[in-house]
């Protein structure tokens, strides 16, 4: 059960009601505060419409992000985008968690390095220099910065989903179901949305 409470377009005032065009359980936590809400939409519709980066390569490092931190919502989410809309596939759902578990998920030398930044990111804060040299070989110095910022951004959102304790919606369960996430909790102990949801 979510921390705030979760509003409906009618809630709102007639100004901020664009701000649900989209009403997925995490924006009707957000639009508890429309200016945030107004300024987060800005930079995740850039992200997923404005990016030059391929978008398949952005869903798999969010994927990423949500399998390693364990945030049901994130990687339901995202799976779902991923394989309805972006190209992803459920035989890269199931090597994101073979590459992240045990390494040898048989991705091209680009995927692995998009992955692998996910990785750093999460766990060590930071993109190594040789997965940044990897990355930068493949990508133009827009993408590697629209790459990194996309990877920080889904960091912070799955620590925002854990901490307001946002749920999956129905129509993204099954996908929990389909690819679920492991029970234990990931190196370094930490925790995505999973116990929250």
């Not at 009707?28 to 300024?39: D, E, F, I, K, Y």
């Not at 419409?49 to 869903?59: C, I, K, M, V």
């Not at 035989?91 to 390095?113: M, N, S, W, Y």
């Not at 750093?120 to 040789?130: F, I, K, P, S």
Request: aromatic share 8%.
């Amino acid at each position: 059960m979510a921390r705030v409470p979760y509003l409906d377009a009618e809630d709102l005032p007639e100004a901020d009601r664009d701000l649900l065009q989209r009403p997925i359980a995490l924006n009707r936590a957000l639009v508890n505060s429309p200016g945030l809400a107004r300024g987060w939409r800005g930079l995740a519709q850039y992200i997923r419409y404005g990016s030059p980066l391929d978008p398949r390569l952005r869903e798999l490092a969010i994927i990423q992000v949500g399998y390693l931190t364990r945030s049901e919502y994130e990687y339901s989410h995202h799976t779902k985008l991923g394989i309805e809309q972006f190209g992803v596939t459920p035989e890269d759902i199931l090597a994101i968690a073979r590459e992240t578990d045990h390494g040898g998920g048989d991705f091209p030398e680009l995927e692995t390095a998009v992955l692998r930044a996910a990785r750093e990111m999460v766990t060590n804060l930071a993109v190594a220099d040789d997965t940044f040299a990897v990355l930068s070989r493949w990508l133009s110095i827009e993408m590697v910065t629209d790459l990194i910022v996309t990877i920080g951004f889904y960091c912070g959102v799955v620590r925002i989903l854990a901490s307001l304790q946002i749920d999956v919606e129905d129509d993204y369960a099954p996908y929990l179901e389909r690819f679920p996430l492991p029970e234990t909790p990931p190196a370094g102990g930490l925790k995505g949305s999973n116990d929250a949801a």
